[in-house]
DNA sequence: GGGCCTAATATTACCATGGA
DNA sequence: TCCATGGTAATATTAGGCCC
């Protein structure tokens, strides 16, 4: 989550960016009262453009930098608002500009890019580079690569929230004072409290995992890429599979849960210190085009979990990480059924 | 592409506190 | 007093940018 005042600063910078696009031709206006959406948990304003004597009513999305992951999230809510989502961020670059024409995402950055496409009014602007101010925005720790392994650790396992420091790292895999300084920013953010003294509780669990999800598949997901192969695969090593050491994920596990999707790339997790043994057993190689990925499986899994496949709220992360329009549907139909129960406030 | 420098991030080791 | 726990300063590691 962005700091309130960058985000206005980013939302101002950009406003003004998009008023030198059009001189006299644009008028913002910003309730001042919060709206309450059904359902959904932002964007939580929205701003009004009269331009020409007409009006047209957008909720704002602000975000840092945009990336593919954060695209996919784009589509998956746009559809849930009653008005057209409008996308602020520092810098749309050509590429990522042309991304967002042909997803029609619409959106203005601090450079004086956007793109508009309403009945009444077509804008496309790109090539602009942003100012110094916003190359240099500081995260929270609670979104870094580790503090988003401690975040997921929390939703697959609530009970967890309420163990030391110790356990929630070893769980999680990070080290003691990591946990210290999460704990400390899931806080300052409002998605932790003390209650009763010593028990501890999260707060807007479905904002929070929105908020893990862009995060998650930016930072912490490549990272866990322990390589791409080539090869055939009819099945997990069944001896792996019973130690819980190896479960499919992406679109091959959104395959097996919703039999909605034909998977074009086959995702694994599996332990990094079994990686050579998967690979001997599976007949795989190494090939940076290959159609399999297997990623680092970084959470400690339940006493009762049998799945073959990673958490659903996984699943969900990795499928809107794709940016794909396919995938993206396949994930709303797993949030519905499956990632809704991870997110009950007890 | 390699080497260097700097900033960001993560971990370790230690300290303070509170309860038994 | 001892031990478990939360908290944090110091240190190590990693990533990114710049120059040659």
Do not use: C, S
């Not at 999260?202 to 929070?208: N, S």
């Not at 055939?232 to 001896?239: E, H, K, V």
């Amino acid at each position: 989550m962005l700091a309130k005042y960058i985000e206005e600063q980013l939302i101002e910078a950009a406003i003004e960016a998009f008023r030198k696009n059009l001189p006299g031709q644009v008028f913002v206006e910003k309730p001042e009262n919060k709206l309450q959406l059904n359902n959904t948990n932002y964007p939580d304003r929205l701003i009004i453009f009269k331009i020409q004597n007409k009006e047209i009513t957008y909720f704002l999305e602000v975000k840092n930098n945009i990336t593919t992951p954060a695209i996919g999230n784009l589509l998956l809510n746009k559809n849930k608002l009653p008005h057209p989502l409008l996308l602020i961020t520092n810098h749309v670059t050509d590429f990522l500009a042309d991304n967002l024409k042909r997803k029609n995402i619409e959106f203005i950055d601090t450079a004086g890019n956007g793109f508009i496409n309403q009945k009444f009014l077509y804008i496309f602007v790109k090539g602009n580079t942003p100012p110094d101010i916003f190359k240099h925005i500081p995260k929270n720790q609670a979104f870094k690569p580790t503090g988003l392994k401690i975040i997921f650790a929390f939703l697959y396992n609530p009970e967890l929230i309420n163990k030391t420091y110790r356990e929630i790292a070893l769980q999680a895999d990070v080290a003691l004072g990591t946990v210290g300084w999460v704990m400390k920013d899931l806080t300052k953010l409002g998605y932790l409290v003390k209650i009763k003294g010593k028990q501890r509780k999260l707060l807007q669990k479905e904002k929070l995992f929105d908020r893990w999800k862009t995060e998650y598949a930016e930072r912490l997901h490549p990272k866990l890429l322990l390589g791409r192969f080539t090869g055939t695969i009819d099945g997990l090593p069944l001896d792996l599979q019973k130690n819980k050491n190896i479960l499919w994920g992406g679109e091959t596990a959104a395959e097996k849960i919703t039999n909605f999707l034909k998977p074009q790339i086959t995702t694994i997790y599996a332990k990094k210190e079994q990686l050579n043994e998967i690979l001997l057993k599976l007949r795989l190689k190494k090939d940076i085009d290959g159609t399999i990925e297997i990623y680092d499986y970084f959470w400690t899994p339940k006493e009762n979990d049998n799945e073959e496949t990673v958490p659903p709220i996984l699943v969900y992360a990795d499928l809107a990480a794709t940016g794909e329009q396919r995938n993206i549907e396949v994930a709303g139909e797993i949030f519905k059924k499956y990632v809704i129960e991870y997110l009950k406030e007890n």
